[in-house]
């Protein structure tokens, strides 16, 4: 059945392929298998964060041998938990990063979008590594309220404070990009994260100082472990939605059928598919009927500029059938 579509879209009324040279890899002249499909490419490049990425990193490292050194100095199991916590998420940042990396590599043959998915593997296992640390954090803190111990109250509130600062610095960094990347979301989610952590870590060990209440100090840790949690929560529930395709936030699948139905000679549409290729980049794949045959290149253009302007989907692919009765296995929803 399939082959026999095809072979029907091979006749002269079939829409031409528009493709968008800049984005096109060598090899891909010479995939006539794919001559029955319609292109229309608008790629943007997400913002290069890979200062920010080292400079993170560096910093972190360097405060994570700071802290684990003046954690053992004060007998501060705070302190070597958050350095701990640092730790992973220098992890966490060098995975981010060589996803971001990875991601603009030009397609082959063999991964013909490239490896931009691997930003959303980034995102996932960044969510999860740090459920898994504050899962640490918690269990420590809950060992310390059944056996408070007595810490160097001064020494601990100084090496937090510079905590604060220099993951309050290195969250800035990551600021402007994690509203449009869930990976960079989530390296900014770490550096914040930690902040906080911080802050707990002063904000407790000066009430211990003040009042003797070796209790506070756990305490405040599960309290920084809820915090943490329910930014952590999004960050995974996302990166899951990303890796399981299913249509990004924001995009409504029923105005996105409307609106290429209502193109011009569009009669009908089935086989819709909407999904993220990266935490950054949306694509598009259809089916759409055009009784009249497909006009030319510039109603591919026109359908990918409304869908890139319209949805901010950027790669956009469109099959067109003539015959409205003709049998489409892929027509029926529950058909993939």
């Not at 990425?53 to 004060?74: D, H, P, Q, R």
């Not at 060098?94 to 063999?110: D, F, I, N, Q, Y």
């Not at 395709?245 to 029923?254: E, F, L, S």
Request: proline share 4%; net charge neutral.
């Amino acid at each position: 059945m399939q082959l026999r579509a095809i072979a029907k879209l091979s006749d002269p009324w079939r829409c031409p392929r528009a493709f968008n040279r800049r984005v096109k890899p060598a090899w891909a002249s010479r995939m006539s298998a794919h001559d029955h499909h319609d292109h229309g490419h608008h790629h943007h490049a997400p913002a290069d964060f890979g200062r920010a990425f080292l400079i993170a990193t560096i910093l972190n490292l360097g405060f994570v041998a700071v802290e684990a050194s003046f954690g053992i100095v004060a007998n501060s199991v705070a302190l070597l938990a958050d350095a701990g916590h640092n730790l992973s998420d220098v992890l966490g940042l060098l995975v981010a990063w060589a996803a971001a990396s990875l991601g603009k590599r030009a397609p082959t043959m063999h991964y013909t979008y490239g490896l931009r998915r691997t930003s959303i593997l980034a995102a996932l296992f960044n969510a999860v590594f740090l459920l898994v640390a504050i899962g640490a954090i918690a269990y420590e803190a809950l060992g310390r309220l059944a056996a408070p111990q007595p810490v160097k109250g001064g020494v601990v509130m100084v090496v937090a404070a510079i905590g604060i600062v220099i993951n309050g610095v290195t969250a800035w960094l990551f600021a402007s990009g994690r509203k449009g990347d869930i990976n960079i979301r989530g390296a900014f989610m770490h550096m914040v994260s930690d902040a906080v952590v911080s802050a707990g870590v002063v904000a407790s060990a000066f009430l211990i100082g003040q009042t003797g209440w070796q209790w506070l100090d756990p305490a405040t840790s599960l309290v920084i472990v809820a915090i943490i949690l329910i930014g952590t929560w999004g960050i995974l529930k996302d990166s899951v939605a990303m890796a399981l395709d299913r249509v990004p936030d924001g995009i409504a699948p029923r105005d996105v059928e409307t609106a290429l139905t209502a193109l011009p000679g569009v009669s009908g549409i089935h086989d819709l598919h909407i999904w993220s290729m990266s935490t950054t980049e949306v694509a598009l794949t259809a089916h759409l009927i055009m009784p009249a045959g497909c006009p030319g290149d510039a109603f591919l253009h026109d359908a990918a500029d409304m869908l890139h302007h319209r949805f901010e989907i950027g790669h956009a692919t469109f099959q067109v059938e003539r015959e409205v009765d003709a049998a489409c296995r892929l027509e029926p929803a529950h058909k993939v």
